[in-house]
């Protein structure tokens, strides 16, 4: 079985250290994720922070470590590349743009330049992009490379969804009619991930049109810029006539609710309650408010990140679609997007795909 070499740029909390603050489940950095994946090692790692770098190489015994990832990939020749850097380019703690000018977009920059150099799988943090215009750069460019793409919405691959998931695509709630996520939520740090596995959860279906607000609801957008990583609500329409919204309150929990049952998952992903129509029970009450708790098989967590690499393996070496695939991560960035346009066109619904692909809009 071959064994893949991996480059990480950025050598922070996702490249190499946040498995030390307490999440579930493990390994959940790149370079931790790596040493737990038969198919993975870390080839090199880079950083623009020395003591980044030191850090690094003390902690994993890794000592090819460079500060320009142009050089890593010509030096290093990695299979896979993990873009682990802040969305902006900005170091912790920045909040916000510097100024009205600023767009800056590493996750996007770097993409695009991975690709165009050849680099056979990449990793990319979420969001991928700031922009419209951005996101196509990386389309464009990872189709033309045929570069083998996911993003860091991480509960695409985590088993907890996909025994959802699982149910959802096979009928348990009968079929789905409406998609719910709750807890506030930043809209590009935050409902990236919202959108992204509400649209996991039904079989990622097309959406064809969102509204919603960004905070504060008479925030004006003016040049195509949003300094800031806006508090937002959202209401999207699948073309197969689901419906999903965001209720900004509780804990990070999904439901799907179908013709017969609905399905939750629950705080954060630690468990889900199906409730279905009763065994038995005729048709005629199918819809009506007589569900009952069903039994449901649950599963023990996996490490999403070690499922998320050795996806984009899977899909190298069989020609398969990754799981978050360039198409899908470019429409869901365009949904998180279109929330914002609709806030600027009053709350109005707007139609995919965007008509401007300028407005930018900062964010971690
Ligand atoms: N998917 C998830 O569950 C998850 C979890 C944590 C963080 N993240 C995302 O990961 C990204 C990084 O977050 P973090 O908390 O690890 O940040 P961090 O500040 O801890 O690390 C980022 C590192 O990138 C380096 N860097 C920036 N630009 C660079 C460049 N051009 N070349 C080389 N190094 C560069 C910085 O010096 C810094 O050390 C963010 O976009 C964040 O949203 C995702």
């Keep these: ?53 030191g850090d690094f190489t003390r902690r994993w015994r890794v000592h090819a470590v460079y500060e320009d990832y142009t050089e890593m990939v010509r030096e290093e020749r990695p299979d896979l590349v993990a873009v682990c850097t802040t969305a902006s380019g900005l170091q912790k703690p920045a909040r916000e743009a510097p100024d009205a000018s600023f767009r800056g977009d590493s996750h996007a920059e770097l993409a695009v330049a991975l ?48 025994v959802v998931r699982n149910a959802v695509l096979r009928g348990d709630v009968g ?40 905070a504060p609801r008479d925030y004006v957008i003016e040049n195509d810029h949003i300094p800031y990583d806006p508090t937002a609500t959202y209401e999207l329409m699948f073309e197969n006539g689901v419906r999903a919204w965001s209720i900004p309150a509780a804990g990070w929990e999904y439901e799907i609710i179908g013709t017969e049952g609905t399905i939750r998952s629950l705080n954060n992903g630690a468990g889900a309650s199906l409730r279905r129509v009763p065994p038995g029970d005729g048709h005629e009450r199918k819809g ?30 069989t020609g398969r679609k990754s799981l978050g695939n360039i198409e899908t991560a470019h429409h869901i960035t365009e949904a998180c997007i279109a929330v914002a346009e609709s806030h600027r066109r009053g709350g109005a619904w707007v139609e995919l795909p965007l008509a401007g692909r300028d407005l930018y809009i900062w964010h971690v």
Aim: hydrophobic share 40%; net charge negative.
């Design 175 to 214: 079929e789905p009619r409406a998609a719910i996520h709750y807890a506030q939520s930043s809209l590009m740090h935050g409902h990236i991930h919202s959108i992204d596995t509400l649209s996991w959860l039904i079989g990622d279906p097309a959406i064809s049109s969102v509204r919603g607000e960004i």
């Design 1 to 53: 079985m071959k064994t893949y070499r991996v480059g990480i740029i950025g050598l922070g909390r996702m490249g190499s250290t946040i498995d030390d603050e307490g999440h579930t489940p493990l390994p959940y950095s790149i370079a931790a994720a790596c040493r737990a994946s038969e198919r993975l090692e870390i080839a090199a790692g880079c950083d623009l922070l020395p003591e980044r770098r």
């Design 288 to 317: 009506r408010s007589n569900w009952e708790e069903a039994p449901f098989d649950f599963v023990t967590p996996k490490s999403t990140v070690v499922s998320c690499l050795e996806d984009l393996v899977n899909a190298y070496e």
């Design 115 to 162: 690709a165009e150099m050849g680099v056979p799988m990449i990793y990319v943090e979420k969001a991928m992009a700031s922009s419209m215009a951005a996101a196509d750069r990386i389309r464009d460019a990872v189709k033309k490379n045929g570069t083998v793409f996911n993003t860091g919405v991480l509960r695409r691959f985590d088993n907890r969804y996909e």
